[in-house]
Structures are given as C-alpha cells and as structure tokens.
C-alpha cells in the first residue's frame, strides 16, 4: 500500500491530506506537525480570537476527530528533522521511528522574523504573533491603559494595533519605511489605513525605525532611530516572515525564497511535494512566494491531486483579506508593477484601489466594498480591464462590467 506523508499540520497539510482522501486516495497518511494542538486557522489570531471573541476549538480546521474518521495518521507534537530523498526516509525528533515515504510533501509554513538580541529583542515582552502559543501568551498583556510599541506598520502589525486599541491599550505603532503597507500596497491605501488606525487613537510614526529596546530583564521602553525615547510595556514586532526552508534545504532541494516549486507543486525532487507559506511558484513568468489562507488552500489542493499521478496545473489567483476594527479589507491579484492606480469612491464608507499595469488590470484594494473585491477578482482571472475611467465613477453599475 503506498504511504504518502506530509510535514506540517498547518492550513495547507490539513487541506492537503484532506484533498488526497475526498480524491479517492486509499493508502497510508501520515500528517506530522510540530504543534500540540490539531490543524487550526492563523487569521484569527491576530484579529477575533486576540479579542477574545473566539474559542480555540473554532479554530481548528477540522474537528479532531476527522483525521482517524478518515484513516489520517496525525502525529503532533513530533518535528521532522530530516529527509534520505534517496531511501525516500523521514526522520523524525528523538524517540520517534522514521517514516518511509511513497511521496511526501512539505507544508512547513514560515518563521516570523524577530529583533536582534544585540539591540533587546531577547528581552521578556518582547513578542511575535505566529501561533496559537503567541496569541495565547499575548492575550494577558491586553490589559487597558498600558502601553504597547508595535514594531512594523504590515498586516500583523495593524491587526494587531487595532486589537489593542480595542481593548484601550495606548499603541505605538513605528515603521522604518516611508509608509505603512509600503511593500504592499499603494501610497492611497496606506492613507486610508493611517487615518483609520489615527482615529482610533493609534500613534503611528513612519520613517521611524527601532534603535534598540530598554530594559534590564524584561522590556521597559524603546529608543527610536529619531533619538526620541518612549517607554512600553511590551513590545509586539511585525517585521516580516521567513519561509521554514531547514528541512528542505539540508535534504538538497532548490530552495530560492522559499522551496521552489514547478507547476505542479513539485520540488526539485520527483517524489518531494510542497505548499504554503514555504513554497515559492511561478507566477506570470516570475519567482514568488505568497503568503495567505487561499495560497495554501489552493497549492496543496493541487499538490493532493498531483502526488495521486494527474498532471495538474497550479495557477496562483492570489487574493487575501485583513481585519482591522470594523474595516473588512479584501485584496484580489498582485499589485507588483503597477503604473497606475484608480480610486473609486462606492458611498457609505466603502471604497476600492484599482491598480493597473500597462492598461491591464492586475490588482484591487476593496476596503468594506464586497462587491468591488468580488467584480475585480473576477475581471483579473479572466484576464478583462475595463476602463479605469468606469471603475473609478460611482455611478457605474461594476457588475455589469463583467459583462462587457
Ligand atoms: C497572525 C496571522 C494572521 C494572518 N492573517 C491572514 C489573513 O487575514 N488572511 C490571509 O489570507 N492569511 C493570513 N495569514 C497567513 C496565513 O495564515 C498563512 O499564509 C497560512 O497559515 C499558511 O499556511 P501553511 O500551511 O503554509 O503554514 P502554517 O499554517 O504556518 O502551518 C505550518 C505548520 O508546519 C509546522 N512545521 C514546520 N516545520 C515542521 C517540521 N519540521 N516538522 C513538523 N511540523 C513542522 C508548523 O509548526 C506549523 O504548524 C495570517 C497569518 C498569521 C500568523
């Protein structure tokens, strides 16, 4: 009977070993995880579940039960630590047997990068958001009126911003560069997001990197790159994520940003899958790697069907949402080179980015406008742009633009 095994009881393994049984898929599964807790969604971490509006259990993907209902093998708590690609071996932590695999796949996710112990970053209070653990070691410093200095104005940072704002925290937001989003978006939706955070209260100062963070044990303040110094409680930092390429590399796979992929979420190696966070791909003749829930979803439903011998493709649709108090923002498409940018203004609060490329339409900011999100996902994957003068006058029916 073969056995196909995947590393990493994230949201692309559960979606993974999930896609292979609904295929028909009768072997052996084993999903390995280095967790205690069963596959579980991240995007609340940051969002309802810091509020504490969200039990764990409404976290997970699915219930626990699911994975033997279906003849999974889940083992938690177990890190894979090596790959023999030639014996096709998975070697697993102390104590644990190796694997021998038919074809595996790796869904390790990412590392958040953290701050140089050189300049504080080891001291206690100083956190990152990733986890479950994260969150859960995070959620007892929410307590009103303390202070907080988050470092980094990306998605996790203003989630996180916006959480304790809620919960009446004083927050200090600081960004090297020029802007919030500025790796990620365009100068209006970094605006937009500035002035909201604003009129919550958040201090937000851009341009304005960490010097070094104070204290003795534990974090007391923080001296900024302008000389200001400002005390905190804790300190949240945002700076970016790490894809977990460890394992991929020291089994010799091609690993550039991330392990890279073919078209058919292949490794370098023809028995050797992956998906997620950890995996790049090829996009419009480009290298990338994205970083979301439908990324890894879609991959690994891909990779499922593949490692069972069809031959299908991988075409990324990249889309992404972030929630920040009560603005849901939607992102369909990737704004990489865009040469101009369309506003469009739909009333009572809701309003769109459009962002086009040489004519086309490649990517769209919808800030509480559902249906802007909606209508411009589907223009870019099927490839139509209509007229920026169109999307950008309130009074044009988007719907109908589909149908031009
Ligand atoms: C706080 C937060 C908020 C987010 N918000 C959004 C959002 O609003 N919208 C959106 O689209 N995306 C969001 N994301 C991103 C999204 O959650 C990720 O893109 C997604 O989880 C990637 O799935 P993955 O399976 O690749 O990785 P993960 O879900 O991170 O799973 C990887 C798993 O592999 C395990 N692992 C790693 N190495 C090993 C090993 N050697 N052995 C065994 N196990 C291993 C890890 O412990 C982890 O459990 C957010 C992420 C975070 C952290």
Redesign the pocket.
């Known amino acids: 009977m073969s056995h196909f095994v995947v ?9 993974l070993v999930a896609k292979l049984r609904s295929s028909g898929f009768d072997g052996k599964i084993t999903l ?4 205690d807790v069963p ?9 309802a579940y ?1 509020l504490g509006e969200m039990e764990e259990e409404r976290l997970y993907l699915r219930p626990e039960s699911y994975y033997a209902e279906h003849g999974i093998e889940l083992k938690l708590s ?4 090596g790959i023999d690609p030639v014996d096709r071996i998975l070697t ?2 102390a104590g644990e047997e190796p694997i021998h695999y038919d074809a595996l796949a ?5 590392h ?1 990068r953290t701050l140089p112990a050189a300049i504080g970053g080891d001291l206690d209070g100083v956190m990152t ?3 479950l653990r ?2 859960d070691g995070m959620a007892p410093e929410l307590v009103a009126g303390r202070k907080v200095l988050i470092v980094g104005g990306g ?2 940072g203003l ?2 911003a916006a959480v304790c704002a809620k919960k009446g925290l004083e927050v200090t937001l600081v960004e090297a560069a020029d802007r919030i989003l500025q790796r990620v978006a365009a100068p209006e939706t970094s605006a937009f997001f500035r002035d909201l955070h604003g009129s919550h209260g958040v201090k937000i100062l851009e341009k304005t990197g960490l010097e070094r963070l104070l204290g003795e044990d534990r974090v007391t303040g923080a001296r900024l790159t302008t000389g200001e110094e400002i005390a905190t409680d804790f300190v949240v930092v945002g700076v970016g ?1 790490e894809p ?1 390429t ?2 991929a590399a020291s089994a010799g796979l091609s690993v550039e940003n991330g392990i890279e992929t073919d078209s058919h979420c292949r490794t370098s190696d023809p028995h050797i899958w992956a ?5 790049s791909c090829l996009f419009e003749g480009r290298r990338i790697r ?8 879609d ?2 439903e891909v990779a499922a069907l593949n490692m069972m011998g069809q031959e299908t493709e991988y075409a990324p649709k990249p ?5 920040q108090y009560d603005c849901k923002l939607q992102i369909a498409g990737l704004n990489a080179g865009y040469d101009a940018i369309h506003v469009r203004d739909s009333g009572a609060g809701a309003r769109s980015h459009w962002y086009y490329r040489q004519g086309r339409l490649i990517a769209v900011d919808a800030m509480n406008d559902s249906r802007a999100y909606m209508v411009g996902k589907r223009l870019i994957e099927s490839g139509k742009s209509p007229a920026p003068e169109a999307v950008s006058d309130p009074a044009t029916d988007l719907k109908a633009l589909l149908k031009a």
């Open positions: 590393v990493g009881a994230g949201q692309a393994g559960s979606s390995v995880g280095a967790e596959p579980y969604q991240r995007p609340p971490l940051s969002k810091l177990t890190r894979a630590v697993l932590e790796l869904t390790t996710g990412s958040p958001m990733r986890d994260d969150a998605y996790i989630e996180a994520i977990a460890i394992l998906a997620g966070d950890c995996a994205l970083e979301s829930v439908g990324n890894a979803i991959m690994a889309w992404f949402w972030s929630d």
